[in-house]
């Protein structure tokens, strides 16, 4: 897929009948892009949407669950347990985390992934959020997913642990979304940065609002 930029809620035009996205958080350019996908529910059919949710109420998750054409669960609290009938939640939870990551995923024929990322750094990796540590890195690497996108979000708190565990590179990603353009802690813009990272030009840049 060729790489494109675009702001967050215009990442949910990108989204067709059939797909299985998971998403890695609920709050902030997650939510943003949660509430667009709901805006587009008439639009679509069987998408079913897995959401990493924090311990807070999400207010996008319950919009997107009455949404029609829309299947939409809390990852692990809902996705989770629903795999559990075949091999035993027990057995399921006690397995390493990729594997258990891998099993949930491939149940749920997961094909997209929406990732929130802090902007990449000087060594071009972006930093997942604390609530999508391990998670977001090894679904983003899944052999079934072919459309990765990211959700650069300045906010984000960024993830800590290992390297592989707490970042993507921005390479990886095909679909590059910025919810503030012009939030960035060098006091650099934030199109120019991910326009570097991302090899694209001015002219290649596709702006949408």
Not at 6 to 23: H, P
Not at 24 to 53: H, M
Not at 201 to 206: I, L, V
Request: with cysteine; proline share 7%.
């Amino acid at each position: 897929m060729e790489k494109k930029i675009m702001n967050v809620r215009a990442v949910a035009g990108e989204i067709c009948s059939g797909d299985t996205l998971w998403v890695g958080g609920s709050d902030g350019a997650a939510g943003i892009f949660l509430e667009a996908l709901a805006a587009r529910a008439g639009e679509l059919e069987n998408v079913t949407v897995l959401v990493v949710t924090g311990r807070e109420p999400c207010p996008a998750l319950e919009t997107l669950k009455r949404a029609p054409g829309l299947r939409a669960l809390s990852f692990f609290s809902e996705a989770v347990a629903s795999c559990c009938t075949g091999m035993g939640r027990a057995e399921l939870m006690a397995a390493p985390a990729e594997k258990m990551l891998s099993i949930v995923c491939r149940s749920f024929g997961v094909d997209t992934v929406v990732i929130p990322v802090t902007l990449p750094d000087g060594s071009g990796r972006c930093s997942v959020g604390q609530g999508a540590a391990f998670a977001a890195p090894a679904v983003c690497a899944l052999p079934g997913v072919h459309k990765r996108v990211c959700l650069i979000d300045p906010k984000l708190i960024p993830a800590s642990g290992r390297l592989e565990a707490a970042t993507v590179p921005f390479e990886r990603f095909e679909l590059i979304a910025s919810g503030d353009p012009e939030a960035v802690p060098s006091g650099r813009p934030a199109a120019g940065v991910i326009k570097s990272f991302a090899g694209l030009t001015a002219a290649e840049t596709q702006q949408s609002q």
